[in-house]
């Protein structure tokens, strides 16, 4: 896609790239009804590349969530792995993709129309299903991982065992039930982003953004429970140092910034060669690290190339776009993640949690009583956030049916995990009481 005469992108697709035939003052041409692009002038040798779909000047957000978005969120609802990564250089449009404009309506990109869509989906899925969705939004910045829904939170760990992948520790996961709680989440996260100023654009980003969605859906009568991942990327801009007329601090996160993705180029250049069975770089920076399962791992990827037809950012277009190229050689193994449960215990599992909530709920207050019988203050109410959320779950059983169930599962599953935290210093603490009274 085309914007403002000035950029170019391209999503992966069986097209052919002719380098011949370029207008003189722009770079990329594309031509014969979507099925040909040109990069170089007639002067020179020019390039051909092929991609899966290329979209020019005239495509909308829309036609991109049709082609990327859409059949990826029916994917990732079957369980399966997925991730969007926008690569290019700065201002080539790869945040207009991934986020686009709130209003008008038809400018929101893909992230507001795939949390739309799946919103759509879970209300008009088939009966018996409950889901649950939680989002987590972090950045990779100067090679340390800043969890962008809690500020404090900034050096997350990545943690990878055989056989289970690869997960960030300790990451913030908010868990939604609306769209407009989505959109609130992802603004939180933007706002915190660090951004800098640069001779290139402005507004530039100059860290990359992950923000990740995780869907569990769970039939009771089927026994089945499914979990997929959305991984939406959106990259730091991959232009020369040198060109950005950075300096200082903006040098050192460019520096940053590009050792990621060279380390990112690298990791695609290997596993286009190669496979992904013979090694692969993938240490060589949390980018890479992170984004593991979507290079040649078992996600269903899409990588979309923003890139500039004009003739001042050739050499940005022409790498970006020869990392298009290999990226596509890259054969993931997608793998839906579906579990069965015991079909016998699952109809009762919210009312057996419910119970074992209220006993514990109980059983903190009772301990909470025997410290302040002892002399001893304590938070009045560790529970207090428990209660609250309770009150959640009774409103959300009010609720259309398939957002009820799913978020009251989810809500008591948590609340359980926060009650026996609460109870654990309380109970030490008693039991030390006990021991000292008795001593005396
Ligand atoms: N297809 C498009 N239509 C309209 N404006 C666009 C389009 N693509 C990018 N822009 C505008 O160009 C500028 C740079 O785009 P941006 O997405 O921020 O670039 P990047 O994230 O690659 O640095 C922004 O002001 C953005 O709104
Ligand atoms: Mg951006």
């Given amino acids: 896609m085309l914007h403002d005469g000035n950029s170019l992108q391209c999503d992966n697709a069986d097209t052919t790239f002719d380098a011949s035939g370029a207008v003189s003052c722009e770079m990329v ?12 002038s007639a002067k020179t040798s020019g390039h051909q590349f092929s991609f899966d779909r290329i979209f020019k000047q005239s495509a909308s957000q829309m036609n991109i969530f049709d082609s990327v978005g859409k059949p990826l969120v029916d994917t990732i609802m079957q369980g399966f792995s ?18 686009g404009a709130s209003t008008p309506t038809h400018q929101r990109g893909l992230l507001p129309r795939i949390v739309n869509h799946i919103a759509h989906t879970i209300t008009t899925h088939e009966s018996g299903w409950e889901f649950t969705i939680d989002i987590s939004v972090v950045e990779i910045y100067m090679e340390r991982i800043r969890d962008l829904l809690d500020v404090m939170n900034t050096d997350i760990r990545i943690h990878e065992e055989k056989g ?11 868990y939604v039930q609306s769209e407009q709680e989505v959109i609130d989440i992802l603004a939180l996260g933007a706002k915190n982003r660090a951004v800098g100023a640069t001779d290139m ?36 801009g991959c ?20 050792k990621s993705l060279s380390s990112l180029a690298k990791v695609v250049q290997a596993i286009s060669k190669a496979g992904a069975a013979s090694h692969i770089p993938y240490r060589d920076s949390k980018l890479t690290r992170v984004l593991r399962n979507a290079l040649g791992g078992n996600a269903h990827t899409h990588i979309i190339i923003c890139c500039s037809p004009s003739r001042f950012n050739m050499k940005e277009t022409l790498s970006a776009l020869r990392f298009g190229s290999r990226a596509k050689k890259i054969q993931n193994q997608p793998v839906s993640m579906s579990m069965s449960t015991t079909k016998s215990s ?20 009772t301990l909470q009583k025997q410290l302040t019988d ?43 995990i926060s009650a026996l935290l609460a109870l654990i210093p309380a109970y030490g603490l008693i039991t030390y009481l006990k021991r000292w009274i008795c001593e005396q």
């Avoid at 041409?29 to 170089?40: A, F, P």
């Avoid at 232009?239 to 590009?258: F, M, P, Q, R, Y």
């Avoid at 428990?386 to 809500?411: G, K, P």
């Fill in 201 to 236: 654009n402005a507004d530039s980003s100059r860290s990359h953004l992950i923000c990740i969605l995780t869907i569990t859906s769970h039939s009771a009568e089927r026994a089945l429970t499914r979990t997929g991942q959305l991984f939406l990327t959106d990259l730091a």
């Fill in 374 to 416: 002892n002399g001893i203050t304590c938070d009045p109410d560790p529970a207090g956030s428990i209660l609250h959320r309770d009150a959640d779950v009774d409103h959300q059983d009010t609720c259309s049916r398939s957002e009820s169930v799913h978020f009251c599962y989810t809500n008591i599953k948590l609340d359980v």
């Fill in 82 to 99: 997925g991730a969007i990564i926008t690569y290019g250089q700065t201002s080539s449009g790869k945040t207009w993709t991934m986020e």
């Fill in 164 to 174: 289970k992948g690869t997960w960030l520790g300790g990451m913030t996961k908010l």
């Fill in 346 to 365: 699952d109809p009762h599992e919210n009312d057996r949690l419910r119970k074992d909530l209220n006993a514990l709920r109980q059983q903190v207050a």
């Fill in 29 to 40: 041409e594309v031509r014969d009804d979507d099925h040909e692009i040109g990069h170089g």
């Fill in 239 to 258: 232009e020369k140092v040198d060109k950005t007329g950075a300096s200082g601090l903006l040098l050192e996160e460019a520096k940053g910034i590009n």
